[in-house]
T-cell receptor
């Protein structure tokens, strides 16, 4: 069975601190995609990154970085020098590509609050 | 601007009533999806459609129905059979990039 676990329900940090959001996934498939989405108070989910299972290179985009480790089935997300605008709920998701459509399995989300 | 439009933003349902949530996209995407989000939980897939006039049940389809008569539109009906309809509903679409684009959601509450 497939599962995505985001053990951190809520995190609060002071502005300019670094913060890491954890994501652990379970699947027996060898081919899959992993995603991170941001859900600001407005409600819509905003795509942040997609990583396929064959690409374990870490990625950096501005203040955001992602650490993908297949050995531990983890896909963690780090925000460097956090800002108030980073306050949102962040979701990690797994796509098994079984049906040809995007059937994402979402974690329960981590609510990040950045305190000014 | 291209994107996904969901309406209304807030919707109230009376007992025994069917209500329909609208989702329109102008991204020319073939696939569209409906997700349900409950507080403190992740999103769960209700229905999805890969092409016009075709759709499949997701993980929690009971009490819901959909139609896909046009590529741009994928309305979701919450029927009276759905006993716990209060939730935040998100519509999404995808093209060839496996990336989902989401609407801003509809909050459904029961009166």
């Amino acid at each position: 069975a497939q599962k995505v676990t985001q053990a951190q329900t809520e995190i609060s940090v002071v502005e300019k601190e670094d913060v890491t959001l954890d994501c652990v996934y379970e699947t027996r498939d060898t081919t899959y995609y992993l995603f991170w989405y941001k859900q600001p108070p407005s409600g819509e989910l905003v795509f942040l990154i997609r990583r396929n299972s064959f690409d374990e290179q870490n990625e950096i985009s501005g203040r955001y970085s992602w650490n993908f480790q297949k050995s531990t089935s983890s896909f963690n997300f780090t925000i460097t020098a956090s800002q108030v605008v980073d306050s949102a709920v962040y979701f990690c998701a797994l796509d098994l590509l079984q049906t040809g459509a995007n059937n994402l399995f979402f974690g329960t989300g981590t609510r990040l609050t950045v305190i000014p | 601007d291209g994107g996904i439009t969901q309406s209304p933003k807030y919707l109230f349902r009376k007992e025994g009533q069917n209500v329909t949530l609208s989702c329109e996209q102008n991204l020319n995407h073939d696939a569209m999806y409906w997700y349900r989000q409950d507080p403190g939980q992740g999103l769960r897939l209700i229905y999805y459609s890969q092409i016009v006039n075709d759709f499949q049940k997701g993980d929690i389809a009971e009490g819901y129905s959909v139609s896909r008569e046009k590529k741009e539109s994928f309305p979701l009906t919450v029927t009276s059979a759905q006993k716990n309809p209060t939730a935040f509903y998100l519509c999404a679409s995808s093209g060839t990039s496996e990336k989902l684009f989401f609407g801003s959601g509809t909050q459904l509450s029961v009166l």
